[in-house]
């Protein structure tokens, strides 16, 4: 029997093993496709099509974009943008500048998705525990998820800086931390509920049947079967700690993060158009980022697990 | 007897030349004749299975010979002569009870009012003649394999072969389809060759019993029943049922009573 | 509900009782009268924001379908825009507003409807190609007893099954369009959609009138959720046994 298992195993890493090189080629190619599909747009499409100043039409609707520098910087620009001071006879170097705003909103959003998780589970703990209080929740959670909840973003505005809770001062990452975790709290709560109230009503017979108490059926039933609904609850969650903490930083004017610099770079547009791209590639890496820490994670926890369900 | 289905000396190997290689079946030879209503059954892993969709030609034979009404199966199937249950119903959501009972004339290019005809007729004989229009999911799953036998026996083929298609019904529902399935079959004249894991049902429907084997799969014996064709509720509990029961569970230990391959 | 109710009573006595000052927070009472008083600005918002969102969830899902039928088709097609997609997932592509912004001009919509647009084919596409790809065992194995060409397979089989799919995938979309539509506001131009409207009034600090106009954006995602799953039930109706995604 164990042989059977570390066979299957090593069958597994080197399946994965070659698949996992397969997306990463064909990833490489698609951006590769985009750069070039964007520069023969901007270098012949574009100019043969006469929108190098104005939008071009499409059956009456302006639908193709101005094909100049300003509006469309070539891909080497976007390249050689990086090295470029960050302002006229600044001594640091935009991607000086870009790295450490990524690092800066990676670090919130790691920190808004730990507040999530932590609110989410212990949610989910109590909804399970307390079936009146999940009849309550429960259709706000699901109504959650279809309202924008991101409209809720530039409420904080005006607090930064002016609210004291608990001796607490709110600053302006506060506000963003705060929208990312409000944002993961929704997809960690429902996923961990799902996965806590997952186990058959036979497997919970045979805990009540050895006298065991809520919470050892807690920790050796309920929450190793939530794992498997919390992976993919996971990854919501992560997405949505970045998106909050991205709108937040724009909304709120949080200069540390990378989500202000695509702001304030656009705004130097007429100036230097190619700055904006830096931010935008370094809030992509933000976002894989995270999206590569919560696949690691996923491997080392959830290792022995089947396949995973479909949240 | 002519023979509606020949497996000559059949092995088949899957993976083979890599490390997970799977020997299924090993020299495997069966005979069934017009008519015949014929059971493979056997402990997990016999290759009873196997055999089928070797028969269906949805597998192909590593090595040895299978002919299907004569034809290679690979032409029996392109020639749709024969019909095929599964475990799953495996009806169409989208369609109706009776479009999906059209499903093969379709395909073949039966035009519309011949095969709404056939459908009709199909539901007639198993006995769910107002749920035409009705949808699959509306249908209990015993209801279900109904139309899904009356699908597999739309064309009128000369075979029918079924893959444990009562599975997963209750015991109840089980005798009771079984008891349906003989009465389709004489009314049509078809060939069955019926795939299962329950000795009673086994003995209850065939004429033969083929016993099978694992590691690698192999038939251990051939059990006729020989149970007088109209079979009725008294069968279930005449005294020739039970010794048949008994001999087709001997055979599956490894005691093969009479006739049958033995190799060991 | 009676949480709901608690909640906003909770919120009102909560804000009056602090004496929580007015721009940080408006308790519902006069977040109601306030969206009482702006009424037709706050609708009109909702059909700039909405129009927007409908525009991108249409082309979203047309060219997701497109895409689909192109991958089952040429394989390879797929294999470039999965990887596409599920980058998509972890990144908030939203900010590529600011890419489009210039390339168009200062008060055009299409850059937000392009974002939504793309919002919508991401979703669709990998929910469409799954529905291609999710064939039964049986399913297959009976096309397969049947000798059915692949043309056969496909018109029969494999596109009907996918449609299941492509109603899920448009449920999920829709009130991700609407997220897009309003986050891409806040990236500078037009000033009359819901996100511009919610950014401008909450910084001036008029917090009433500003959740006012969230209330607004919660109606219209709702609005849309509810009519693309009022479209999924209807259409796909065997799935009312399975366990919604």
């Not at chain 1, 590639?281 to 022995?304: E, K, N, P, Q």
């Not at chain 3, 096309?143 to 299941?164: G, I, V």
Request: charge should be positive; glycine fraction near 8%.
């Amino acid at each position: 029997m164990n042989k059977q298992v570390v066979n299957k195993q090593v069958v597994n890493k080197q399946v994965v093993k070659s698949r996992s090189l397969r997306p990463l080629v064909f990833g490489v190619l698609a951006l590769a496709l985009l750069l070039a599909a964007w520069e023969s747009y901007r270098n012949w499409i574009g100019p043969w099509l006469g929108t190098e100043r104005n939008v071009g039409t499409v059956f009456g609707f302006k639908l193709l974009p101005r094909a100049n520098d300003l509006a469309m910087p070539s891909v080497f620009d976007m390249a050689r943008e990086f090295g470029e001071p960050q302002t006229r006879g600044s001594a640091t170097s935009v991607v000086e500048v870009v790295a450490e705003a990524t690092l800066n909103s990676l670090l919130l959003a790691l920190a808004a998705l730990a507040v999530g998780v932590l609110v989410g589970i212990s949610a989910a703990i109590v909804m399970t525990r307390f079936d009146f209080v999940r009849r309550g929740l429960m259709p706000w959670l699901v109504i959650s998820q279809t309202i924008p909840l991101i409209a809720l973003a530039p409420l904080t505005v005006t607090w930064g800086g002016q609210i004291s809770i608990l001796g607490f001062e709110w600053e302006k990452w506060t506000s963003a931390v705060v929208l990312g975790a409000f944002l993961s709290f929704f997809p960690i709560a429902v996923g961990a509920l799902r996965g806590f109230s997952s186990p058959t009503s036979e497997s919970l017979e045979l805990m009540d049947s050895y006298a065991a108490s809520w919470w050892s059926t807690w920790r050796k039933l309920r929450l190793p079967a939530a794992l498997a609904y919390l992976t993919p609850a996971m990854r919501l969650a992560a997405s949505a700690a970045v998106f909050g903490v991205i709108v937040s930083e724009i909304t709120v004017g949080l200069t540390d993060g990378v989500g202000f610099l695509i702001l304030s770079y656009l705004q130097e547009g007429t100036s230097r158009p190619a700055k904006v791209y830096t931010a935008i590639a370094g809030t992509v890496v933000l976002g894989l980022a995270m999206a590569s820490l919560i696949s690691l994670g996923d491997r080392y926890f959830a290792r022995h697990l089947p396949k995973e369900t479909t949240a | 007897m002519t023979l509606a289905v020949e497996v000559i000396d059949v092995h088949k190997v899957f993976n083979a030349g890599h490390s997970q290689r799977v020997e299924a079946l090993a020299a495997v030879d069966v005979m069934v004749g017009e008519g015949e209503f014929v059971s493979l059954i056997g402990p997990s892993g016999c290759g009873k299975s196997t055999l089928l969709r070797l028969v269906a030609d949805l597998l192909e034979p590593t090595a040895g010979r299978i002919a299907v009404n004569g034809k290679t199966p690979r032409q029996a199937r392109l020639d749709q002569d024969y019909g095929m249950a599964f475990q799953q119903a495996g009806l169409f959501d989208w369609r109706t009870v009776a479009k999906n009972i059209e499903l093969p004339l379709e395909l073949k290019g039966w035009d519309k009012a011949k095969r709404r005809d056939r459908a009709l007729e199909m539901l007639e004989l198993v006995k769910l003649p107002d749920r035409a229009d009705a949808m699959p999911w509306q249908l209990s799953g015993g209801q279900q394999q109904r139309i899904a036998i009356a699908r597999a026996l739309a064309s009128h083929p000369s075979l029918l072969l079924m893959d444990e298609p009562f599975g997963a019904l209750d015991e109840m529902t089980r005798e009771h389809m079984q008891a349906e399935l003989l009465r389709i079959c004489a009314a049509t004249k078809t060939t069955v060759i019926f795939v299962t894991h329950s000795i009673p049902e086994a003995v209850y429907l065939s004429d033969r019993v083929v016993v099978m084997s694992a590691g690698p799969g192999r038939i251990t014996s051939i059990v006729s029943v020989g149970l007088d064709r109209s079979r009725d509720e008294g069968t279930r509990e005449a005294k020739q049922f039970y010794d048949k029961i008994t001999e087709v569970r001997e055979a599956l230990r490894g005691n093969p009573v009479g006739a049958g391959r033995d190799d060991r | 509900m009676v949480f709901g109710v608690v909640f906003l009573g909770a919120w009102e006595v909560f804000v009056r009782w602090q004496h929580v000052r007015p721009f940080v927070l408006a308790p519902p009472s006069k977040v109601w009268a306030a969206g009482a008083n702006n009424l037709e600005g706050i609708v009109d918002a909702m059909k700039v924001s909405g129009g927007n969102a409908l525009l991108g969830l249409l082309f979203g899902t047309v060219l997701g379908c497109l895409v689909a039928l192109f991958t089952a088709a040429v394989r390879w097609i797929g294999e470039i825009v999965n990887p596409l997609a599920i980058a998509v997932n972890a990144i908030p592509i939203v900010v590529l507003v600011a890419i489009f912004t210039r390339m168009y001009e200062a008060d055009s919509e299409t850059p937000r409807r392009i974002m939504t647009t793309l919002t919508a084919f991401f979703v669709v596409f990998i929910n469409v190609s799954r529905g291609l790809r999710e064939n039964s065992a049986t399913h297959n194995e009976l096309m397969q007893s049947y000798a059915a060409t692949t043309r056969q397979k496909f018109l029969k089989l494999r596109l009907p099954n996918a449609s299941s799919f492509l109603f899920t995938g448009i449920r999920v979309a829709a009130p991700l369009t609407v997220i897009t539509a309003i986050v891409a506001e806040y990236f500078g131009g037009n000033r009359n959609g819901l996100g511009a409207s919610i950014s401008g009034f909450f910084s001036i600090s008029k917090k009433d009138v500003g959740l006012a106009y969230v209330a607004g954006a919660s109606v219209l995602g709702l609005l849309f959720f509810l009519l693309a799953a009022v479209l999924e039930y209807v259409s796909v109706p065997w799935q009312r046994r399975r366990v919604s995604k």
